[in-house]
């Protein structure tokens, strides 16, 4: 193929060098004439070379960010609650965030100048896993390039690569900014040029607007307003509310935008939001007092360095960070420093029902751990086996129906739930799966099946693999029917103590519907490090978090044992993890006098949320 396109061009090379000579006698009366004949001749070929090598050129680039985003190891956060910030490629200024959310939904706020589109596509192609990502909303902030020529772009020409169902802004006519500012009358201008196209997905915010995508609640405190007419104070700005994560989106909006929005709504609360995006990115943006409204923990910062600096000496962001630093702001995102992604998603304190023991009145443990303040339960039905259990009873889902009635009337959910046995139990998975459903749990642990035929423990990984695998996919079609994510264990025999050979399990079985779950404990007291989380293949969908002291399964609360907590920590924030604190923490509870018990949960409660505050 190369030695083809270098005979090409020396063939069009040869051609001209013969032409031209010819050309040039048949004008060489004039001066002027054969001056501009070579310059339309150059003209021309350039122009030819130009159409000819101009797909090899842009391939070259795609490949080229294809290789960037490949190296810069983007997660995949597909059916995830996280927000993404997208760096500049070129150190330029640009606003671009990616956001995905736990039901499946991808939403895209501004995108960037159009020299960003490649890197943008790439991207979402790693955030989404697809090859032609879809959008389910796109917001466009205001009408300036560097939050708008990604998504003009897209329409235009990469239409085959992104598809998107809704786009949400709210632009006035070209004609509002003429002659004070040429940005915005070109983007609209090409806005209202391509409308026809997509006119069916656009929708017009307005101040007020609450409405969801998915599981993302947004709430429009400010829209363009005809007072002002700086684009900037045109900026919309939102809040998004997800998986109890609250972030503020601010585009560019100035002062009078951001005044506007104080005096409206700082009284009522409704402003202090986690995460704050700021505005026009750190600089000139909105005043001290919204930020004060705000009052955010984080702050995003769609930031080059040269911005950051403020290296031309006529910004506004040192002044701008003084302030941040002076709210106390725990973590700032820059975009300076590279794209990066967080998870909105704030890890609920979950325990488990085997802090009482077997047979205790289900109804009254609900009421007890919502009094305790615990955020969710995990229903341990492997404490429900015995003679006479409604769990083995032939009405057991009318009984489960009971139980999420009386979790919803005292306002806590069941996230979580325990099989017995492992899993080629038979009939106690089948309806640990159906009774999970119904109590409207997502996740349930099926212990692993560790012993082989004969009753020997597998200690080989491939066989406990192929075991493993064989059976899960049995239980999948029912587990997917009734919306229930099955979750492996590492436990404490044979190859089943390897967290990383259940991360391999999961990677084999290959479903939306299997996952794990990481046993602090059985891990420690298997001998491994709770670093051992950073060699598995795979991030586990959930946690049971106990303690012992590393020479028995001891489901101490955390602390009482010799679990390094810090390493956990650090561990989880290298993987990622973004899911509950299952605390498995129950022994305790569960061999002390009733009276007792309400003291040891508060104490697990109290030490549960200061390894929940410490997380990513």
């Not at 051609?15 to 006698?25: G, I, K, N």
Request: glycine share 6%.
């Amino acid at each position: 193929m190369i030695k083809r396109v270098i005979s090409f061009v020396l063939i069009v090379i040869l051609l001209f060098t013969l032409c031209v000579p010819a050309a040039a006698v048949s004008v060489s009366q004039s001066e002027n004439s054969a001056a501009a004949f070579f310059e339309d001749a150059g003209s021309k070929i350039s122009e030819f070379f130009e159409k000819l090598f101009s797909p090899l050129i842009s391939l070259w680039r795609r490949m080229m960010t294809y290789f960037e985003v490949k190296g810069e190891n983007v997660q995949n956060t597909k059916n995830r609650n996280a927000i993404h910030m997208l760096k500049s490629v070129t150190d330029t200024i640009c606003d671009s965030f990616i956001i995905t959310t736990d039901d499946g939904k991808v939403i895209v706020i501004d995108g960037g100048h159009k020299t960003e589109t490649d890197y943008f596509i790439e991207y979402l192609k790693a955030v989404t896993g697809d090859n032609k990502p879809h959008i389910d909303a796109w917001f466009l902030s205001h009408a300036h390039d560097d939050h708008c020529e990604v998504f003009l772009e897209v329409v235009e020409n990469r239409s085959s690569e992104v598809t998107f169902d809704r786009v949400y802004a709210n632009f006035p006519d070209a004609s509002f900014y003429e002659g004070y500012d040429d940005w915005a009358v070109t983007v609209i201008t090409d806005y209202n040029r391509l409308l026809p196209v997509f006119k069916d997905r656009a929708s017009e915010l307005k101040e007020g607007d609450v409405f969801n995508i998915g599981s993302a609640e947004f709430t429009v405190f400010y829209t363009f307003n005809p007072e002002w007419k700086n684009c900037n104070d045109g900026s919309t700005i939102m809040r998004m509310d997800l998986g109890g994560v609250s972030v503020m989106f601010t585009g560019d909006a100035a002062v009078n935008a951001g005044n506007y929005v104080v005096e409206k709504y700082a009284d009522s609360g409704v402003l202090n939001c986690d995460i704050c995006k700021m505005a026009h990115h750190g600089q000139d943006g909105v005043d001290k007092n919204f930020y004060e409204a705000v009052s955010p923990e984080i702050c995003l910062w769609p930031t080059p360095s040269w911005v950051w600096d403020n290296r031309n000496g006529n910004l506004k962001t040192l002044e701008v960070r003084a302030w941040i630093e002076e709210l106390g702001v725990k973590k700032n995102y820059i975009a300076k420093d590279g794209s990066s992604m967080r998870y909105l998603f704030k890890p609920r304190i979950v325990t488990t029902t085997d802090v009482f023991e077997e047979g205790y009145s289900a109804e009254t443990a609900v009421d007890r751990l919502a009094r305790l303040g615990y955020e969710g339960i995990d229903m341990g039905f492997d404490y429900w086996v015995f003679e006479g259990s409604p769990f083995l009873s032939d009405s057991y889902l009318d009984w489960a129906r009971s139980l999420r009635a009386r979790a919803d009337e005292a306002g806590i959910p069941y996230t979580h739930a325990h099989a017995p046995g492992e899993a080629n139990s038979g009939d106690v998975i089948e309806r640990s799966i159906e009774a999970a459903s119904v109590l409207g749990a997502k996740y349930l642990v099926v212990h692993p099946v560790w012993k082989d035929e004969n009753g020997k423990v597998i200690n080989s990984k491939s066989k406990f693999i192929s075991v493993n695998a064989e059976v899960i996919k049995k239980w999948l079609p029912l587990a997917e029917k009734r919306g229930v994510v099955l979750l492996s264990e590492n436990i404490l025999w044979g190859a089943s103590k390897d967290p990383r050979i259940i991360a391999e399990l999961v990677r084999t079985v290959n479903s939306d519907w299997f996952g794990w779950c990481f046993d602090t404990g059985h891990a420690h007291c298997c001998g491994y490090k709770m670093s051992i989380l950073e060699k598995c293949s795979v991030v586990p969908l959930s946690l049971h978090i106990q303690d012992n002291d590393g020479g028995g399964d001891g489901h101490l609360i955390p602390g009482d044992g010799t679990i390094d907590w810090n390493e956990f920590i650090r561990a989880l924030k290298e993987v990622g993890y973004c899911g509950d604190c299952v605390m498995e923490a129950h022994h305790q509870s569960l061999v002390a006098p009733d009276d007792e018990r309400d003291a040891i949960l508060t104490r697990l409660l109290e030490e549960s949320v200061k390894l929940r505050d410490r997380m990513p």
